[in-house]
């Protein structure tokens, strides 16, 4: 019997329905059909193929992959910007992963794939793609950590980088004098003052103009940060002269509390007029080191004796930190002209007003020296 007996049989349901069953029909059995189809497909594909048919179908569904956790050392350099899957190719290229889907399934398992960070990495070679994922971490980046610390010398700096990062002094010493490319702000006479003292990560592709100029950066920011300019002009100074206090501050301070302090002594002076006087920038000056300078030193004729010149030295002494900045711009109130580290064991600083309570300090010192 065809639907068309059927129908007939039906007699009185409408045509309009009877219709629509046969449509349904039709749906479950193109249901039924479609898988059936895809695995005869499948399978003919498999036979008529052989082993290149199957090698397809497996690479697309279980990608090629190292096993176990490699062995020698590559690195692996990943660039600002660059994506999981260009990670990938590099990856295969260095011969770490064994193909780029297999490392994409990982990284993308393992919820990775938007944080990789720019860096270069420690790498074995033919390692499973998880492993590999797993290298990618911060803890095994190729850094150059260096420790500058407040109130060093630029010269010192210099010595310091070229030690930790393998690079000859010189070529630091040199790109130090291009002041336009390291990214100094335009009232900078020098790098001395500028070359922020902080922990660094240098790269190992890091030229001494990357390295320099990333410590002219964090000055930048740490002068943004206590405002800087806007200080120096309310103080009725220039932002290179703030400079200039901050690096005698960070110089003569025993301890950070001290600071405002020796600040409001250097603004008392230049107020009265009255010379500095200050031992650390005649020592500077000398390439000497200390704060107690000799009879003899102060008669130097250099532009940092303080003894020697009015007003501020020529140039920063030394490289200040935030502490030393924002205590050049925020001096504590006070008639102090004079200072003593009257205990050098304890760092402790006294201050005096007149010369007669300066005579007690430095009794003090030398009886503590």
Request: no cysteine; net charge neutral; glycine share 8%.
């Amino acid at each position: 019997m065809n639907d068309l007996d059927f129908d007939t049989m039906l007699g009185s349901e409408p045509r309009g329905r009877r219709a629509a069953r046969r449509r349904r029909r039709r749906t479950r059995r193109g249901r039924f059909l479609a898988p059936l189809l895809a695995f005869i497909v499948l399978a003919g594909i498999v036979g008529g193929g052989g082993y290149y048919g199957y090698m397809a179908i497996r690479e697309a569904m279980v990608p090629d992959d190292y096993s176990g956790q490699g062995t020698g050392e590559v690195t692996l350099e990943i660039e600002n910007g660059q994506s999981a899957a260009e990670v990938a190719d590099e990856l295969v290229r260095l011969g770490v992963v064994k193909s780029a889907r297999a490392f994409s399934n990982a990284i993308e398992s393992a919820g990775k794939s938007a944080s990789l960070q720019p860096g270069t990495y420690k790498m074995r070679k033919q390692m499973s793609a998880a492993d590999a994922v797993a290298m990618l971490d911060a803890d095994n980046k190729v850094t150059d950590t260096v420790l500058v610390k407040e109130g060093l010398r630029l010269s010192k700096i210099i010595e310091e980088l070229a030690k930790e990062t393998g690079r000859p002094a010189k070529e630091f010493q040199t790109a130090a004098k291009d002041l336009e490319q390291l990214g100094l702000p335009a009232y900078a006479k020098s790098l001395e003052g500028y070359a922020f003292p902080a922990t660094y990560e240098f790269q190992p592709k890091d030229t001494p103009t990357d390295v320099l100029g990333k410590m002219v950066t964090r000055f930048n920011e740490a002068a943004e940060k206590v405002d800087l300019e806007a200080g120096a002009k309310k103080l009725g100074y220039k932002p290179n002269e703030i400079v200039i206090i901050a690096s005698i501050v960070q110089a003569e301070a025993g301890r950070h509390e001290d600071m405002a302090k020796i600040a409001r002594v250097i603004y008392n002076r230049l107020k009265l007029p009255m010379r500095l006087q200050m031992d650390s920038t005649t020592m500077y000056g000398l390439n000497k080191y200390g704060t107690r300078a000799t009879h003899a030193d102060t008669k130097s004729t250099s532009k940092y004796n303080t003894y020697y010149v009015d007003g501020l030295p020529v140039g920063p002494i030394s490289n200040p930190g935030e502490d030393a900045l924002h205590a050049a711009l925020n001096p504590e109130p006070g008639k102090w002209l004079y200072f003593a580290a009257t205990d050098p064991n304890s760092n402790v600083t006294e201050f005096a007003e007149t010369i007669e309570e300066f005579r007690e300090l430095e009794r003090k010192l030398n009886a503590n020296s």
